[in-house]
């Protein structure tokens, strides 16, 4: 596969497939890195709203118990 400088020293073209491809491994890391951050992010805001469903079928079956107690 042989590659072919661009006008941005971190793209190179590949001659067979005519694909631009990035070698800033640096940009690489940090977007594999943001990319989890994202993903973290995303689990704790699913488990909040797994949480406050919890907590909501709990305080119905409260509220049931009472009803049912007093009536």
Known sequence: MA???TEDKRL???TNSR???NTDRTAFT???ARRE???KAN???N???NLKQDMYEIKQM???IIRGTDG
């Open 30 to 32: 940090m977007y594999k």
């Open 43 to 45: 689990d704790i805001a």
């Open 47 to 49: 488990d909040v709203a």
């Open 37 to 39: 951050h994202d993903k």
């Open 3 to 5: 590659r072919v400088a």
């Open 62 to 64: 409260l509220h049931s």
């Open 12 to 14: 190179v073209r590949d």
């Open 19 to 21: 694909a631009v491809i």
